[in-house]
């Protein structure tokens, strides 16, 4: 199973990142596709979850109003579209695939934490200037 991330970077308090994870290797539709940050010293935290299953989503209380989700159906891909970005929002973002999260699980009920995740991919950086 690989999950590519692509899309980190740079960017003022206030703007905008897009987050793609491509997943190859397990059956797309079978599994949760989630997101997950952690910032330095701070626990990995469950920032939202998609199931192609049904288009299910649930995103953490932090990017709730400012965060959206999206599918490349080519790519088998999720993308993560994060807006009104803040300082708080910098981390190391993690792509990651749970059956537990995924349409014979919970379905993306919420977002679910580190115990439930079956696979990870490397991570990318979002740093966010004040």
């Known amino acids: 199973v690989q999950l590519v991330e692509s899309g980190g970077g740079l960017v003022q308090a206030g703007g905008s990142l897009r987050l793609s994870c491509a997943a190859s290797?397990?059956?797309?539709?079978?599994?949760?596709i989630g997101w997950f940050r952690q910032a330095p010293g701070k626990e990995r935290e469950g920032v939202s979850c998609f199931s192609a299953s049904d288009g299910s989503t649930a995103f953490g209380s932090s990017g709730k109003g400012r965060f959206t989700l999206s599918e490349d159906h080519a790519r088998n891909a999720v993308i993560l579209q994060m807006n009104g970005l803040e300082p708080e929002d910098t981390g190391t973002y993690y792509c990651?695939?749970?059956?537990?999260?995924?349409?014979?699980?919970?379905?993306?009920?919420?977002?679910?934490?580190?115990?439930?995740?079956?696979?990870w991919g490397i991570g990318t950086l979002v740093t966010v200037s004040a």
């Open positions: 990651a695939a749970s059956w537990a999260l995924g349409p014979y699980g919970r379905n993306c009920q919420d977002v679910g934490t580190s115990n439930d995740v079956d696979f």
């Open positions: 290797g397990l059956t797309f539709g079978d599994f949760a």
